[in-house]
């Protein structure tokens, strides 16, 4: 995909277009929301649960101790959540060490953040354990700014670690555009007032005010993100 990138730094009376873009990480930059699905039926399976393919769309995109939470107790196993939890996090690790698929566009895309000096974060429900390997693949420095949601109070669906990242950039929530891949993450960002592009993973995603939804980060460059923040305005 080809850009026409307005000058950085352009002004309305209105103030600036696109001041930063905060992106989530798994399914949204990273391919790895099948990672941690497989992880969690592996283990159960090892406690002698089988998990529900439906409970797929329940636990997705959001914090690790929902999650976690949610399916012991839908499936009664005999497991601590703090047990639990680490075994998540090891099980996910060992899948990222032997391969982690970037998403179609994504390093197109954050080459060309880098390249035009745009403020960018990466706001992630993942502990920092898992983003800290991620950033290997990624580049950490792609990003002025990481967010992991054992470092937030509370995180997704909460509009915390939006407004969190917003504040470490210094830059207006409203004038940040978020990617995000589930409603969970699009509830967060948009609780926080940002604007929203949805590259939808594993459900579907409808669109909505402040809330565009596109097949692929393919679709999505600057020259798209400085149009939607023309539009809202």
């Given at each position: ?130 983003i800290d390997r991620v ?99």
């Amino acid at each position: 995909m080809t850009s026409t990138v307005p000058a950085l730094g352009t002004r309305t009376a209105e103030g600036s277009a696109l001041q930063a873009v905060l992106l989530d990480m798994d399914g949204t930059l990273v391919d790895t929301e099948g990672f941690w699905w497989d992880v969690e039926v592996e283990i159960f399976a090892g406690l002698g649960h089988t998990l529900d393919d439906s409970w797929r769309h329940v636990v997705v995109g959001g914090p690790m101790s929902r999650s976690a939470g949610f399916l012991i107790e839908a499936t009664g196993a005999g497991i601590a959540l703090a047990e639990l939890t680490v075994l998540l996090n090891q099980g996910f690790e060992d899948r990222i060490d032997r391969a982690l698929p970037l998403m179609p566009g994504a390093a197109r895309l954050l080459a060309e953040l880098s390249a035009y000096g745009i403020p960018t974060a990466l706001v992630s429900a993942s502990h920092r354990r898992i983003i800290d390997r991620v950033l290997t693949s990624l580049g950490a420095h792609h990003f002025a700014l990481t967010v992991a949601g054992d470092e937030v109070r509370r995180t997704k669906p909460h509009p915390d670690p939006y407004l969190f990242a917003a504040a470490g950039l210094g830059v207006d929530p409203a004038r940040c555009a978020v990617i995000e891949d589930t409603a969970t993450g699009v509830a967060a960002a948009e609780a926080a007032g940002c604007q929203v592009v949805a590259v939808p993973s594993v459900a579907p995603i409808a669109p909505a005010d402040r809330r565009t939804v596109v097949a692929s980060l393919e679709e999505v460059d600057l020259a798209f993100l400085h149009g939607l923040m023309t539009e809202m305005r």
